[in-house]
């Protein structure tokens, strides 16, 4: 069993920036490839960002590319988005995910659990 917790979203300008954090418990987050998800109102939740269980492969939306990083800290069992030229499109509520799966899935059917999410609102 794996407990997400997200933290770090807000109310931000246009292009401006975010960073959010998603901390697991469990000794096992090493284990787990992890992903970032999101969900604006009225639409299906999509993939965002995912990494490998090591850190060394990274998956992204074509949106987000070159604005959004993901990167994790086994040591500290916790993924982050840094999330760069917010748009007003990023306005959504954002997941934390965790799969089974080594490597960074976009799928989200391959996710076993889920964080509680965290809002980000992007203004103009």
């Known amino acids: 069993q794996v407990q997400l917790v997200e933290s770090g979203g807000g109310s931000v300008q246009a292009g401006g920036s975010l960073r959010l954090s998603c901390a697991a418990s469990?000794?096992?987050?090493?284990?787990?490839?992890m992903g970032w998800f999101r969900q604006a109102p009225e639409k299906e939740r999509e993939f965002v960002a995912a990494?490998?269980?090591?850190?060394?492969?990274?998956n992204y939306v074509d949106s987000v590319k070159g604005r959004f990083t993901i990167s994790r800290d086994n040591a500290k069992n916790t993924v982050y988005l840094q999330m760069n030229s917010l748009k007003l499109d990023d306005t959504a509520v954002y997941y934390c995910?965790?799969?089974?799966?080594?490597?960074?899935?976009?799928?989200?059917?391959?996710?076993?659990?889920w964080g509680q999410g965290t809002q980000v609102t992007v203004s103009s």
């Open positions: 990494i490998s269980r090591s850190g060394g492969s990274t």
């Open positions: 995910a965790a799969s089974r799966v080594s490597y960074s899935s976009s799928v989200k059917a391959l996710y076993d659990y």
């Open positions: 469990g000794r096992t987050f090493s284990s787990y490839a």
